[in-house]
């Protein structure tokens, strides 16, 4: 597949049509065109490749795909921001350092798993055990935000960061599935709307918002909003609640050491 400059200066924007291409074709060109000195790479046609934007250190690189990227994209990333015109799939932010993934579709199971920094926004929807082991690092703190529901597990041993779902365009039951913080000793979630303990992991606390918790919710989801063009004033007048771990050794009675 050809490679196509889209302004005089090749190292400017570089545009790749991924149609049937096969995943490490289309992640070599990635990396090539970043190390010649692009800082846009707009991919088009993506239709399931894999580990896009994987390990990629370089902070002032934007990737933009159209299409749906496959599993693990931007695994291990430290630095640059994937735009997602369309939906993704698993793994999305799989030890995560540092940059930022935006999502303008739904995106599928395990994403942020052991993220330690950087941000995941999903417009839509997210599957099940999003957020899992998200950990944070030194003074990194990871934060994905969802902007429709999630599945079971969510925020699955949860070590840190932060974990915002906002149920938008939903009326018929609850944003959250069942086993909602199961093993979570760190971090914090936000949820827009009631949440029943029963759904809970029993290592997990609700509680109302003090003033740090509405002031960073707020920091974050403006951020979110001009993302998306959404609304900010209509979706932070309604109640959430926080989700925190009652303690930071949930499992120690089960331990020797």
């Known amino acids: 597949m050809e490679t196509i400059a889209l302004s005089e200066n090749l190292k400017e924007t570089i545009r790749i049509d991924a149609k049937n291409m096969y995943y490490r074709q289309l992640n070599d060109m990635v990396r090539e065109a970043i190390a010649s000195g692009a800082k846009d790479?707009?991919?088009?046609?993506?239709n399931g490749q894999r580990y896009i934007g994987a390990g990629i250190e370089r902070k002032d690189v934007t990737i933009i795909i159209n299409g749906t990227p496959g599993n693990d994209l931007?695994?291990?990333?430290?630095g640059p921001t994937i735009i997602v015109n369309g939906n993704a799939q698993d793994g999305a932010g799989n030890t995560m350092n540092d940059g930022k993934i935006v999502i303008h579709g739904d995106a599928g199971d395990v994403l942020g798993y052991g993220?330690?920094?950087?941000?995941?926004?999903?417009k839509g929807n997210v599957g099940y055990r999003v957020g899992i082991h998200m950990k944070g690092y030194k003074n990194q703190i990871p934060v994905i935000i969802a902007g429709g529901t999630a599945g079971d597990f969510l925020g699955?041993?949860?070590?840190g960061g932060i974990l915002i779902l906002l149920g938008?365009?939903?009326n018929t039951h609850s944003i959250v599935g069942d086993y909602l913080g199961t093993g979570m000793h760190g971090g914090v979630m936000y949820i827009r709307d009631e949440v029943n303990p029963y759904r809970c992991g029993v290592e997990v606390g609700i509680a109302e918002l003090?003033?740090?918790d509405k002031n960073t919710l707020e920091?974050?989801?403006?951020?979110?909003?001009?993302?998306?063009?959404?609304?900010?004033?209509?979706?932070?007048?309604?109640?959430?609640?926080?989700?925190?771990?009652?303690?930071?050794?949930?499992y120690g009675r089960l331990y020797a050491y």
């Open 115 to 122: 993220m330690r920094g950087g941000k995941l926004f999903v």
């Open 210 to 212: 003090d003033d740090g």
């Open 168 to 170: 938008l365009n939903n």
């Open 74 to 78: 931007a695994a291990f990333m430290d």
């Open 41 to 46: 790479v707009i991919i088009d046609s993506v």
């Open 156 to 159: 699955e041993y949860m070590a």
């Open 219 to 250: 920091r974050y989801l403006k951020e979110f909003c001009d993302d998306f063009s959404l609304d900010f004033n209509e979706i932070i007048k309604e109640r959430f609640v926080k989700l925190y771990p009652k303690s930071s050794r949930p």
